[in-house]
């Protein structure tokens, strides 16, 4: 079992500390993840948040964190692609993937937020058309010597892009999915697969990479299905002191994802109506002892190939979750085939390109 930890730095006004702080903190943080034993540290990306500011620019802060790491790898946890020009993109994880030595992971999703969508003028009943153009293009850039597109929303002409990535084919392109549609999509264009959903997705996943002529051994299912279980010594301690923090952040999804209306109606109203005590078990806090029982019946209902928690809870400090981590990485992570770093996880050099996973 593999382990991530990905980063949002939502750094709300009621409990803000300097933007420069908090990101260079983030950086030193991935180093000492890295040592941890963890095999992957991801980076979070929304757009125009009036109240927290949430990284803005994730593939950027993914270029600082290569700098400070040698092994992990380092992906997008995602990227909404239809805001970007895909030929950018592609540059940018090219240069990133020379910068880590073959580390970078790219992720992608729709998106969802209207707000998003609203200040670009964009169609929201475009985002799956203009993902998987953007997909195409990106996948062009990086295994065709030269081409041309005329496509719905990109037109190019005579495009040459040089230099190639260092993995090969190409860096793993994930797509980031909750709903049955986004799901399937991923694995039609051949896609590994970043689930916000619950077991059910794996199952779906898998069967639709089959109907599509797909070996599912040959693809990443890597879900954050568990966002951050936070383990400590006393659950009610921790809870009594970030209550605000935690509510906070499940209030804000729950907003967004109304707003949205892209989940059905029932799952809906279940968001709206969870009682506190439903939103704290659902952030599962809990003791090493705990959290090794509780992903042990986890991971046997939903088989991933990695486990991605955030990092802490907007409005807690770095230097607070991180203790969280450490525990998690020492005393629950052994149980699940990984030891924390300097014991038996090698980390001496990042894999050999031949040995990426293909997508």
């Avoid at 983030?26 to 948040?49: P, R």
């Avoid at 239809?82 to 880590?100: G, I, K, M, N, W």
């Avoid at 999509?185 to 990479?209: E, I, Q, S, V």
Wanted: with cysteine; charged share 25%; aromatic share 12%.
């Amino acid at each position: 079992m593999k382990f991530g930890i990905a980063y949002d730095l939502r750094n709300p006004r009621r409990w803000m500390v300097p933007f420069n702080k908090l990101y260079q903190e983030c950086v030193n943080q991935a180093a000492a993840v890295e040592e941890l034993g963890f095999d992957s540290v991801w980076v979070c990306e929304h757009h125009y948040s009036e109240d927290d500011g949430w990284i803005p620019a994730g593939l950027t802060l993914a270029a600082a964190i290569a700098a400070r790491t040698q092994r992990v790898k380092i992906g997008t946890y995602i990227i909404p692609l239809p805001f970007h020009d895909p030929v950018r993109v592609a540059e940018q994880v090219t240069v990133l993937d020379y910068l880590s030595n073959g580390r970078i992971r790219l992720g992608v999703a729709v998106g969802y937020r209207v707000q998003e969508f609203r200040t670009h003028g964009i169609d929201r009943k475009e985002r799956g058309a203009r993902l998987e153009e953007g997909i195409d293009i990106i996948r062009k850039c990086w295994t065709e010597e030269k081409f041309s597109y005329d496509g719905r929303f990109n037109k190019l002409k005579d495009l040459t892009f040089y230099p190639r990535p260092i993995q090969v084919p190409h860096p793993p392109i994930y797509i980031g999915a909750q709903t049955a549609a986004a799901i399937r999509r991923a694995a039609r264009l051949g896609c590994h697969l970043l689930p916000f959903g619950g077991p059910g997705t794996y199952k779906l996943y898998t069967d639709a990479l089959r109907e599509n002529g797909r070996d599912p051994s040959q693809y990443e299912f890597a879900t954050m299905y568990l966002y951050s279980p936070i383990v400590c010594r006393d659950p009610e301690a921790v809870w009594k002191t970030y209550r605000q923090q935690i509510m906070y952040r499940l209030d804000w999804y729950d907003r967004w994802y109304n707003e949205a209306a892209d989940l059905p109606k029932n799952q809906l109203q279940l968001l709206a109506d969870a009682s506190e005590r439903e939103r704290r078990e659902r952030e599962a806090i809990m003791t090493p002892e705990e959290c090794i029982a509780f992903m042990t019946k986890f991971l046997a209902n939903m088989p991933c190939t990695e486990v991605v928690m955030w990092a802490g809870y907007a409005g807690v400090p770095l230097s607070v979750s991180f203790e969280w981590i450490e525990l998690f990485a020492k005393e629950v992570m052994p149980h699940f085939g990984n030891t924390v770093g300097g014991y038996a996880v090698d980390t001496s050099a990042p894999r050999k390109p031949s040995m990426m996973l293909k997508s």
